[in-house]
């Protein structure tokens, strides 16, 4: 059995992106981890359940950070003077090369297990490195933070420096799958995911033999995709005959039960593409700007059907803090109507925050929403140090609380009804 409690605060949510609800002075019901609604009073038949009492804060659904890099957490705020191919080759493959030392890669991954469980995130798909031990390790203090989501071994044969290639695609596949068993024997919450690092780092051979790998072990796939303009271009040289980026991975197979981070530049047959394919998309605002990569046409991508979530793609974005990013969006969306195209209304506050929770949770099941039966991943927040003479409404709260989130206090993380904190 599963945590049952009953739990009282402001319950804010969004079961669609049009629309924030609200419980001001409200109660949350968990039973056996799963959300079994939100009242206004507690319901008879859940009165002698465990009570929290979290009067006066903010509790909403934990964020979902679909697309970082556990390896680069240790540069974060740094090297934000190239574009994406210069900046791989200066600073992302000298750091990821350093876990080739599983001493190093135990120091590192510890300080970057710490920081996401105290974060706002309770659930993600996250890039460590090729290096199996210093993968599994990543793996083994992420499972024990409470925390849950996916860790991605990284595959590389090509266009890197030759320590942070694998011999050979066969061998790189025959590592990926050792792996793959080890994980799913030793962890329950953290999950393998296939992981391309994207098409110049992988031959064909590697590909076709990590689609084996995706359909014999039924696991999902995590990669980049029309990041910038100079990757896409290098792409179509590398894949003769492709129609666009999207069809060099859509030929293994690599879309279906998949996330792809950025889609920056998507071309109108690739968006239908990834619609078709139910590929989520991670949007990457932080990223795209550090790495001037661009603003990526979420409106678009949204009105066309695509699965969307959010991604801090640390250490191209900057930090792990979602709250933010969820800001950034709705920022950059603006600059995208007023500078690039006034025909794509920029995207609300409610559908930037519904991507960020229910969005982004679908990936993982039933997630990111208070609704019943779903999940309870959920935070709780102060806001006192935000202070104000205004009279706020519970919206106007999270609101606030989102683009001042430094000044907060996470007070609570629940990850699947446990308490992480
Ligand atoms: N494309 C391939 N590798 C990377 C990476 O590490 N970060 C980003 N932002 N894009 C990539
Ligand atoms: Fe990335």
Redesign the pocket.
């Known amino acids: 059995m599963k945590a049952s409690f009953v739990l009282k605060g402001h319950i804010v949510w969004c079961d669609t992106p049009d629309h924030i609800q609200t419980v001001p002075h409200g109660y949350l019901v968990c039973e056996d981890g799963l959300c079994a609604g939100v009242f206004q009073e507690i319901p008879q038949r859940y009165q002698s359940l465990p009570f929290k009492d979290y009067s006066g804060r903010l509790v909403l659904p934990a964020l979902y950070d679909m697309h970082l ?1 556990a390896p ?1 957490f240790a540069y974060r705020g740094l090297g934000m003077d190239l574009e ?1 191919i210069d900046w ?1 080759q200066a600073y ?1 493959f000298p750091e990821e090369a350093k876990y080739q030392d599983l001493d190093y890669a135990g120091r590192a991954y510890r300080a970057f297990t710490e920081a996401l469980k105290t974060s706002f995130t309770a659930r993600f798909c996250c890039f460590a490195t090729l290096h199996t031990p210093a993968s599994l390790l990543l793996a083994e203090y992420l499972e024990a933070s409470g925390l849950q989501g996916y860790v991605g071994k990284l595959n590389m044969d090509r266009n890197a420096p030759e320590d942070l290639c694998e011999l050979s695609a066969d061998r790189a596949a025959e590592d990926s799958e050792a792996w793959i068993q080890a994980m799913q024997e030793r962890f329950t919450r953290i999950k393998p995911i296939i992981t391309p ?2 098409v110049p ?1 992988c031959s064909d051979a590697l590909m076709a033999r990590l689609e084996k790998l995706k359909d014999k072990y039924v696991v999902p796939v995590q990669s ?1 995709l029309s ?1 910038t303009h100079d990757e896409i271009a290098w792409v179509k040289r590398l894949s003769p005959g492709i129609k666009h980026y999207a069809e060099a991975y859509d030929r293994y197979g690599m879309l279906d039960n998949a996330i792809m ?1 950025h889609v920056v530049y998507p071309e109108d047959a690739e968006i239908e593409l990834l619609r078709m394919r139910g590929t989520m998309v991670a949007h990457c605002p932080s ?1 795209n700007a550090n ?1 001037r990569s661009g603003i990526a046409p979420v409106r678009r991508l949204l009105s066309a059907g695509v699965k969307m979530g959010l991604g801090s ?1 640390v250490a ?1 974005g900057e930090s792990i803090d979602m709250l933010r990013i969820v800001t950034n969006t709705v920022q950059f969306s603006k600059l995208y109507w007023r500078m690039v195209e006034p025909s794509e209304p920029a995207l609300t506050f409610p559908e930037v925050f519904y991507m960020a929770t229910k969005g982004g949770g679908s990936f993982f099941g039933k997630c990111g929403s208070f609704e019943e039966g779903y999940m309870l991943d959920a935070l709780v927040l102060d806001d006192t140090k935000l202070r104000t003479t205004v009279d706020l409404t519970v919206p106007q709260r999270l609101e606030r609380a989102l683009y001042l989130s430094g000044d907060l206090k996470l007070v609570q993380k629940f990850v699947d009804g446990q308490p992480i904190l």
Request: a negative charge; proline letters at 0%; charged letters at 20%.
């Open positions: 890099h680069q994406l791989l992302a690092r994207f780092s980049h990041e981070a990223s790495l793609d191209g």
